[in-house]
């Protein structure tokens, strides 16, 4: 993999608690998928790579460029496209006046360039027909396409993504999903989600966060390995297991060690990620 976006030993405190405790990572093109619980420190990793917020220590680089020097900062912020957690929307802006304005900010100064740039993306995430309504009168799902054709506005080598399909349902969530695939095509994206079926379906690698820390990173596969041999399935909650569910047929779904002669299940990539977090769950505790 060749690294377009390389960190080492990021960290950042609020108060006495790391957000970020020394996070080293490497992202190459593709989609890269960012998972971990609340408060792992995921969107403040977000944040920091999108220079919003400066690294208390460390560093990274993206497409070469070095933040810590005011032009090297420049030189990021002109490469990345950024959609965050809560996208600041003046309600009262239509969809191409919300997209434009993000474009001015974004240097686009020559109007007629810019209008059709903004024209671009706004047809990019199919919202070409309704570019005149006001951001208001759009539903969650197109507010979402909204900020990410912002994101997109100048073509930029790194997208950052923060829990973009929240909220969306499974059809939004699916077209979404084929928008950030098309995205992540000769461009690194570093998307933060809750959804393990996200990263199973789209991401060429994955990144699992707890605590401030990276606890694993590979592909969607291997995470998904780290459960063969773990997961199986019993009629009766099993009291050795570390984790376990009844599921729709009423049988039980377990997670750990099993016992002699238990009927194993193929495993996901959800139960690999539960295992990793319980993983280094035990980990904290030993
Ligand atoms: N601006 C801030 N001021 C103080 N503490 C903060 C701030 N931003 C984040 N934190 C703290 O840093 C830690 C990491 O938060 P962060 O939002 O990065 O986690 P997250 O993994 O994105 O969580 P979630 O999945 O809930 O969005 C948390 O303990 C959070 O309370």
New binding site residues.
């Given amino acids: 993999m060749i690294s377009t976006v390389t960190a080492s030993g990021l960290s950042l405190r609020?108060?006495g608690?790391p957000?970020l405790d020394g996070v080293s990572l490497r992202l190459g093109e593709g989609v890269t998928g960012l998972l971990?619980?609340?408060?792992?420190?995921?969107?403040?990793?977000l944040r920091v790579l999108a220079t919003a917020v400066p690294a208390d220590r460390g560093a990274f680089t993206v497409l070469g460029h070095d933040p810590a020097t005011s032009a090297g900062r420049q030189e990021v912020r002109r490469a990345l496209g950024y959609l965050p957690?809560t996208p600041g929307f003046h309600p009262d802006f239509t969809a191409f006046a919300f997209v434009d304005y993000v474009a001015i900010l974004k240097e686009l100064t020559d109007r007629a360039a810019r209008h059709r740039e903004v024209r671009r993306v706004l047809d990019a995430v199919d919202l070409g027909d309704v570019r005149g309504r006001r951001i208001k009168r759009l539903s969650g799902g197109m507010r979402q396409r909204v900020a990410l054709a912002a994101a997109l506005i100048g073509d930029p080598g790194f997208l950052v993504l923060d829990?973009p399909t929240v909220g969306l349902d499974p059809e939004q969530r699916m077209r979404f999903r084929e928008l950030i695939a098309q995205a992540g095509e000769g461009r690194t994206v570093l998307l933060?989600t809750?959804q393990t079926e996200d990263v199973a379906l789209l991401c060429r690698r994955v990144i699992v966060?707890v605590a401030?820390r990276i606890r694993f990173e590979g592909t969607p596969a291997e995470l998904t390995d780290r459960a063969a041999g773990r997961v199986w399935s019993s009629t009766e909650r099993d009291p050795g297991a570390r984790a376990g569910w009844r599921t729709g047929t009423g049988s039980f779904r377990n997670l750990g060690d099993p016992p002699a002669g238990a009927a194993l299940l193929e495993p996901s990539l959800e139960d690999g990620y539960l295992l990793t977090l319980d993983d280094a769950d035990a980990e904290v505790a030993a």
Avoid at 36 to 45: C, D, I, M, R, V
Wanted: proline share 5%; net charge negative; hydrophobic share 20%.
């Fill in positions: 609020y108060g608690t957000a971990g619980p609340n408060e792992a420190g995921k969107t403040t990793l957690q829990e933060s809750h966060m401030g």
